[in-house]
């Protein structure tokens, strides 16, 4: 058995054999340095656990390399430390590394999904915020243990989203605040790594609102669009409501014989149920796209299954700008979906309807329907909504009617 100082000089000097050799420490009892007949070397310890007549047993630190001899040593220490008072340092190593899967980030953000995200947002917020975690963050940052996580782990995901989405740096700021703020209330960590971060500023608030001119080119296009696509932009266009309460329609939310959409608390952003009075021209899409007057009683409205909303919204949006460029005169200036609402409520204004009543209509809870006047204002428009629905329809009608002109000339 060779013996002697486990230091920079000897651990280069020992020889490579024919089978394992080892140096064991003068100094640090069980302390030793493995060499194997390829020439890789490794620290290890060698301790008993119940006295001189319990088994030998070796813990290996790890190679050198990656360790040297100062550190390998004062890891021995500790590790014959730890077999002194009766835990067995491989057994707790073990644990150690079983602690340490489960508070991966992905093991972590998993946990913070199932037992905060489905229990307090709403299922929509829920689907972004799992496929922003998915798509973007756990990439970056699997494998590696939340208590180590810091600024620079945290950069490398706001690098390496894309800089066509300026939005999303900013939510996914957001996101993992949450996390991590989560994670320090259950006691998980003890602080959080965004604390000394600025979060990313915020998106110029987009003021596209689309022309007369640009819906009536965006509405003829859509018939070129194929279902269920095109039946989504000319709803849009048609209610003014978001794209995903749009796209969840339901034949359940629709009363035919009242001539309304009635989207649940848990279908809209801001938790509270929302009637849409259906005009004439809403009416007529919906009994084209059950191809008679009588609606369904179940089921989806817009779907290409038949199980889930239609989705795969960026790509029927590239297909539908093509198809405008080939039906308009001049290039369509970039507009995105959410667009239509704003050209909508802007049109409302036009249409000299209160602003109370596009803000039902919107179903927005700021403004006249937000602080003391919200709780205190209960009229909910009904009448006015209707009113208002029914004068879009009207100048809908005459956007509809050039667009049957241009599809006669075509013919």
């Known amino acids: 058995m060779t013996t002697g100082k486990i230091n920079k000089r000897s651990v280069e000097a020992l020889p490579v054999g024919l089978k394992d050799a080892f140096l064991w420490d003068d100094d640090l009892r069980g302390f030793g340095l493995k060499v194997t007949p390829s020439g890789k070397k490794s620290y290890l310890v060698q301790y008993r656990m119940g006295g001189r007549g319990s088994a030998t047993k070796r813990y290996t630190i790890g190679p050198h390399g990656v360790w040297d001899p100062a550190k390998a040593r004062t890891e021995a220490e500790k590790v014959l430390r730890l077999a002194s008072t009766g835990v067995d340092p491989q057994a707790a190593a073990r644990e150690h590394e079983r602690v340490q899967q489960t508070t991966t980030f992905e093991a972590m953000a998993d946990r913070f999904l199932a037992e905060y995200g489905k229990r307090h947002w709403r299922p929509g917020t829920y689907a972004s915020a799992e496929s922003n975690m998915r798509r973007w963050v756990s990439p970056v940052l699997r494998g590696v243990p939340v208590s180590t996580i810091d600024r620079k782990n945290l950069n490398e995901v706001f690098d390496k989203l894309p800089p066509n989405s300026p939005a999303l740096p900013r939510s996914i700021f957001a996101l993992v605040g949450k996390m991590f703020s989560w994670l320090v ?3 998980e960590l003890e602080r959080s790594p965004l604390e000394t971060m600025r979060s990313p500023p915020a998106v110029k608030a987009r003021d596209r609102v689309l022309s007369d001119e640009e819906l009536r080119q965006l509405a003829l296009a ?15 266009i048609i209610t003014g409501q978001r794209r995903d309460e ?11 014989r009242r001539r309304e959409w009635t989207l649940p608390s848990e279908r809209t952003k801001n938790g509270q149920a929302h009637t849409v009075p259906l005009n004439a021209i809403a009416i007529s899409e919906l009994d084209d796209l059950c191809d008679g007057e009588r609606w369904p009683r179940t089921g989806l409205v817009l779907t290409t299954n038949g199980t889930t909303p239609v989705s795969g919204f960026s790509r029927a949006k590239a297909r539908l700008d093509r198809l405008i460029a080939q039906h308009a005169t001049h290039d369509m200036p970039p507009w995105r979906l959410h667009d239509l609402r704003r050209s909508f409520a802007t049109n409302m204004q036009r249409l000299d309807v209160r602003f109370e009543v596009t803000e039902a209509l919107l179903n927005h809870v700021s403004g006249s329907r937000g602080g003391v006047a919200g709780v205190y204002q209960r009229h909910d428009w009904a009448g006015e909504k209707r009113e ?8 809908l009608k005459s956007l509809i009617s050039s667009i049957d002109e241009v599809s006669s000339d075509e013919g």
């Open 246 to 256: 749009v796209a969840g329609m339901s034949w359940r939310e629709l009363d035919q």
């Open 185 to 187: 209330e259950r006691g």
């Open 222 to 236: 859509s018939l070129d669009l194929g279902a269920p696509f095109d039946a989504l932009v000319r709803l849009l």
């Open 388 to 395: 208002a629905m029914e004068k879009w329809s009207d100048k």
